[in-house]
């Protein structure tokens, strides 16, 4: 069989796209240049970013928002893309140790942007002595889906609800409209 990219057999490819320059592909879900330009642009103007942004991305790459919503919106505007130093963690990793490593980072590369999940933003402290006076706004992935979920101001973590703020901002919820 051909593979059609990490691996993965054509015959094991719901969709296979024509004509369309593949990034990857997640299970059954295709990712293409064009979507990752779609919900890049569109995190772009949500976001308000620009060249002077600095984004923290603190979720994995392996997943169309990592890659096509926090890379391609960071590059998109011309910022700076930060990717926390997580060594040894495989996958998703622990989101305790990811919390730590996000702050640090937030603080000594002075982002104005951040790029978490839910798990990471329940677990992550508040800033403390650490500098986030440059951080101005964020997203939390909340559940599959690639749409800014307007009005959503929390979540829920095994049956814990939260807030989706970080150092007195409110951070925008990321997913699937109802």
């Known amino acids: ?5 990490g691996g993965v057999s054509k015959e094991k490819v719901a969709y296979e796209p024509r004509g369309v320059d593949v990034h990857a592909i997640f299970g059954k879900a295709v990712l293409s240049h064009d979507e990752i330009d779609r919900i890049g642009s569109n995190a772009k103007s949500v976001l308000e970013m620009n060249e002077s942004d600095s984004s923290c ?12 919503t926090a890379v391609g919106s960071t590059l998109m505007s011309g910022g700076t893309v930060v990717l926390p130093a997580v060594g040894g963690i495989r996958g998703c990793g622990v989101p ?3 919390a730590e490593v996000t702050l640090d980072v937030l603080s000594s590369e002075g982002c104005s942007v951040l790029f978490a999940d839910s798990h990471t933003l329940k677990a992550l402290p508040e800033p403390g002595n650490k500098d986030v006076t440059k951080f101005r706004t964020g997203v939390v992935k909340i559940a599959s889906g690639t749409d800014f979920l307007e009005g959503v101001t929390s979540a ?7 807030e989706l703020a970080f150092a007195g901002k409110q951070l925008w919820a990321y997913g699937k409209k109802k």
């Open 57 to 68: 991305v603190s979720i994995t790459l392996s997943h169309a928002y990592g890659i096509g």
């Open 156 to 162: 829920a973590s095994k049956g814990e609800e939260f």
């Open 96 to 98: 305790e140790q990811r």
């Open 1 to 5: 069989a051909d593979a059609v990219g």
